[in-house]
């Protein structure tokens, strides 16, 4: 499959989730109003803090497999990924945990919750830990998949499981408008498809776990780059989340609420961004390993070629429709108040 192609896949999912998440913002204020809606992003909150739970060794288990890959190493491909997953799972696991009595203990007594509603925020996030250790080691799945360049199921994953996710979630708001049932929901949904990317990861790639094939060199090969990736994950993670965590406890949950939405939605369109990395960052380090059907030159070349024209767009489009946008929120946060 050409780049342009793995490309456009990659970006199926990103705008689809996009247009729902705008779309259904003012769907589920109706429906939860703005102290339920309010816990749900409490939950989303603490969560973003944790994006450095598996120390980026995610994204350097994928590098040095793609470069394997290039070089036609399967023996080196089975290693990396084992050595990953003897560093990783330990560390997602505690994490989550402490994710989980963090959220508990501490969630209530932080956040800006009414007293009748911190059984709610505790329960939620017990179950938010629980999707977050599955979506973090999804997501080590979910890279293998992108190392076998295999784009064209991993963005029909995702889209069907977006619409799942907001049109189940919708569903049991309208029916039990309570965050921790719809977090418990969301929950399910990572499960089943962590197990659906296990799967494919353990038979069609034929790469299960396997933690015997894991090698101390391996290890200190990936130390330096898994180290870097550490550090950019803390700096956007627990340094990014620091202005909502601050919120929380500080402001009313419909102004928390709003500045979120404008948030989510100025992450959305930001998120465009990262739709051409992953074929940019799997081809060129086949391309490093010896595909010299992947040279990272041309790579950049066509990639550049190919996003531009589109980003040039979206920023013009961002520029001249900024001050409708600041209006649309301005209405949006008056209407919650």
């Known amino acids: 499959m050409s780049l342009r ?197 353990s038979y069609q790639y034929k790469l299960p776990v396997t933690l015997s094939e894991s090698r101390k060199s391996r290890f200190i090969e990936m130390l330096p780059y898994t180290l870097k990736t550490f550090g950019q994950l803390i700096a956007s993670s627990v340094l990014g989340s620091l202005d909502r965590l601050f919120l929380g406890r500080v402001a009313p949950a419909v102004d928390f609420a709003a500045f979120n939405v404008a948030m989510n939605i100025g992450g959305r369109i930001s998120g465009l961004s990262v739709a051409i990395m992953g074929p940019v960052f799997h081809n060129t380090t086949r391309g490093i390993g010896g595909d010299i059907a992947r040279n990272p030159n041309s790579i950049y070349r066509e990639s550049f070629e190919l996003m531009f024209p589109w980003y040039s767009l979206v920023i013009i489009g961002a520029f001249f429709g900024q001050s409708q946008s600041l209006r649309s929120g301005s209405a949006v946060n008056m209407g919650l108040q």
């Open 5 to 201: 192609r793995q490309t456009l896949w990659s970006m199926l999912p990103i705008l689809l989730t996009s247009v729902i998440s705008i779309v259904s913002v003012p769907i589920y204020f109706r429906v939860l109003g703005a102290e339920m809606y309010a816990l749900w992003f409490y939950v989303g909150t603490l969560t973003g803090a944790f994006g450095f739970m598996d120390l980026g060794i995610g994204v350097a288990v994928g590098r040095y497999m793609g470069v394997a890959m290039g070089a036609s190493d399967d023996q080196a491909v089975r290693e990396y990924w084992s050595t990953g997953h003897v560093i990783a799972l330990p560390f997602l696991i505690f994490f989550a945990v402490i994710f989980g009595i963090l959220g508990t203990i501490w969630g209530p007594l932080w956040f800006n919750v009414p007293a009748e509603q911190a059984s709610i925020l505790r329960w939620a996030m017990l179950f938010g830990g629980i999707s977050l250790f599955l979506n973090y080691y999804g997501q080590m799945w979910n890279i293998l998949a992108q190392a076998h360049l295999d784009f064209k199921y991993l963005s029909l994953l995702r889209s069907v499981f977006s619409l799942a996710s907001t049109g189940g979630a919708l569903a049991v708001a309208l029916i039990v408008p309570n965050v921790a049932v719809i977090v418990a929901f969301t929950t399910l949904l990572a499960a089943i498809q962590f197990f659906l990317l296990l799967h494919r990861g």
